[in-house]
């Protein structure tokens, strides 16, 4: 499912290639864009980081 902003963060990837930092509210699909965006890739990180408490 492609959503609206792959095509806008793969075009900032491909042309800056700096690194990315997705945020947002839960479950509203950031991992499935970060592992999306990053097949198209040659070399790829995911971090995932735990909230500060």
Known sequence: ????YQAIL???LTEHRQMAFVS???QVG????AKQIS?????TL???S???S
């Open 39 to 43: 097949q198209h890739f040659q070399s």
């Open 50 to 52: 735990l909230p500060l």
């Open 10 to 12: 793969a075009h900032e």
């Open 30 to 33: 950031k991992t499935t864009l």
């Open 24 to 26: 947002g509210a839960r």
């Open 1 to 4: 499912m492609d959503r609206y």
């Open 46 to 48: 995911y971090l995932n």
